[in-house]
């Protein structure tokens, strides 16, 4: 967090560089994670799509509660914040729990293959942004959130947002992958090596 926010601050374009990783490190993370919670799921008997579920409700309603609190509103929901995303990713592991580490390591790497395709047909920036030049230090930019349309929901959430699905989803679903392949049973750990030289490529 310390990198992600005041990253901008520091003149060592090595540490703005790093600034860049939040966001995927915590998505990464939080995927790791849901292998580990998953797994203690299933051992009490608790169904494991369900309480993902729970999870990202719990996640889109502190979001709403922080742009109040923050904005007076809850129009920044729509713009695909970081809990939003973290939301969604819940979601998303809940449906996918069950695969194999090799699926979900090539799911994620097809999300993040097909991002720039994706981007390139759906993206308008300036059809959801309001984006100014600000001198020479860069631009500023608003998100439109005004009369938003179900499509312009969409939008934000799949392309143009701040973390938008293409391509922050596919940093839980390796993430799981990596829980998978470093927590295995006893009598799978001689492939271990194998799965983790993979996830590294």
Known sequence: MIFVHFGEYFSAQWFRNCSLCGTPTFLLVAGLSFHVLSESAKRKGEGVCWRACKRAMFLYLLQAAQSIVL?????????????????????????????????LTLFGALILGMTGFVRAALMDPHEYW???????????????????????I??????????PLFPYAAYPIIGLAIGKAIYRPRDQAKSRSRHLKVLAI
């Open 71 to 103: 904005n007076g509103s809850i129009d920044d929901i729509y713009v695909s914040e970081t809990l939003m995303i973290a939301g969604h990713s819940q979601v998303l592991l809940g449906m996918v729990h069950n695969f194999q580490a090799p699926f």
């Open 130 to 152: 309001d984006i100014d030049e600000v001198g020479d230090s860069g631009v500023s930019f608003e998100p439109l959130t005004e009369d938003l349309e179900l499509e312009d």
């Open 154 to 163: 969409f939008h934000f959430n799949v392309v143009d947002g701040l973390f």
